[in-house]
């Protein structure tokens, strides 16, 4: 009988297992649908309309989420909104559109950040001098001894 009892140190009491604590969340999280992305997009900031933001969103692909998508923001939605059924939350409206467009928009970002980065690399290069590079090659290595 004795061989069968738990070891008290292996023994947990449901009084010790507490959840855990964290603020809520700003913004409520949208059930993913498979091939796009959510962001939530300014509409207005202070209470004025910013069309400037919410067109330039619209024009990247951005399109507004009906509200009969994610029912479950029914009682968060902002009755006086101008985007009617849609989810407008302390304004922000929730958008999403097709992964496809996010990654070519993750591509076009990158091939113009390479594009500067080899522009100036080539504009450093150009004012390096031999007998005084702007850039050497340092090396540094870390040897450990044999202890005692």
């Not at 504009?123 to 340092?138: G, H, K, N, T, V």
Request: some cysteine.
């Amino acid at each position: 009988m004795a061989e069968n009892r738990i070891a008290r140190e292996n023994e947990t009491r449901e009084s010790e297992q507490r959840p855990i604590w964290k603020p809520a969340s700003a913004l409520p999280e949208p059930t993913k649908l498979p091939g796009y992305e959510y962001r939530w997009v300014r509409v207005s900031m202070l209470n004025t309309p910013d069309p400037r933001n919410i067109s330039t969103k619209f024009r990247e692909g951005y399109e507004p989420v009906p509200l009969k998508e994610q029912p479950q923001f029914a009682m968060f939605a902002d009755p006086s909104s101008r985007f009617k059924d849609n989810i407008e939350i302390g304004g922000l409206l929730l958008c999403k559109r097709p992964e496809e467009l996010g990654k070519q928009e993750a591509a076009y970002y990158a091939n113009l950040t390479k594009q500067n980065e080899d522009a100036v690399n080539n504009s450093l290069m150009r004012q390096s001098d031999a007998r005084m590079p702007l850039f050497q090659e340092r090396r540094s290595s870390t040897t450990f001894g044999k202890g005692i």
